[in-house]
């Protein structure tokens, strides 16, 4: 007689869940921590202000690139084209493809499914949906995006690399600084979170019939996969770089705070 999943009456339980430690705790933080880092994020984009420093070229993330005629001339790496308007972000370019980025990323999924939707909360926790399409529909469906904006990502990512470069030559020259120290910090782990993408896998050696015939693509497959055992942990790390990245350059550019100077 068939038993388990196989049997034709699963076993009916009343109760949401069996289990007896605080699951709850996980999908609880998850969802504070999104949601403050969302909540700054947007206070800041709109903000629309402390977002360069001039003296030490140090221009945050959250406005990379300046692309709007409202731009500091000097932070406008790639030119002003975008109308200054309040609801107009000055890295409109940006911003939305990384939004997406994030969105559709294979880890993101997990977290806020789990903490907004509740699609589940956690394992062996019953949902509060009654039906379960999974991604086969729309909206859900767009989600199969996430392989061709691992590309914006990647051209955002030398972006900010770039940032991080021009700002080792500020006003009186070649120097270094707290803020760059802050600035490459943050490129590296950008790096990391991004290579570690699972499209980054796939395109790497995901497509590959014989490993022994690409020894060079296989080597990148193999640093590409070790990176991706820790792609949860980098996805928050970025977001925590991000968030300190752009504060400090807030503080130093409203003058609240002056930069520490290790050369010049």
Request: with cysteine; hydrophobic share 45%.
């Amino acid at each position: 007689m068939a038993t388990g999943v196989t049997s034709p009456v699963r076993a009916r339980i009343p109760a949401r869940t069996l289990r007896t430690d605080r699951w709850w705790i996980e999908p609880a933080l998850t969802a504070l921590g999104l949601a403050a880092w969302l909540a700054y994020a947007t206070v800041r984009v709109f903000l629309q202000e402390n977002y360069w420093v001039a003296e030490h070229h140090y221009l945050t993330p959250f406005y990379s690139p300046c692309v709007s005629v409202a731009c500091t001339p000097e932070a406008a790496h790639f030119g002003r084209i975008l109308p200054d308007h309040p609801l107009i972000p000055y890295a409109a370019f940006s911003l939305p493809l990384l939004l997406v980025f994030r969105l559709t990323c294979y880890y993101y999924r997990k977290a806020y499914y789990r903490s907004f939707w509740l699609s589940p909360p956690a394992c062996a926790v019953s949902e509060p949906h009654m039906n379960y399409t999974g991604e086969t529909r729309l909206p859900l469906i767009l989600q199969n995006a996430h392989r061709y904006t691992f590309y914006a990502a990647l051209i955002i990512t030398l972006i900010n690399t770039y940032d991080a470069i021009l700002a080792f030559g500020g006003e009186a020259g070649f120097g270094i600084g707290l803020g760059n120290v802050i600035l490459v910090g943050n490129v590296i782990m950008l790096w990391a979170y991004t290579l570690s993408c699972h499209s980054c896998r796939h395109i790497t050696g995901g497509r590959l019939r014989s490993f022994s015939r690409h020894p060079i693509r296989y080597r990148w497959w193999t640093f590409v996969s070790n990176l991706n055992t820790r792609h949860m942990q980098f996805a928050w790390i970025t977001l925590a770089t991000l968030a300190i990245t752009d504060a400090y350059i807030m503080a130093l550019a409203a003058g609240w705070i002056t930069d520490l100077r290790f050369l010049n």
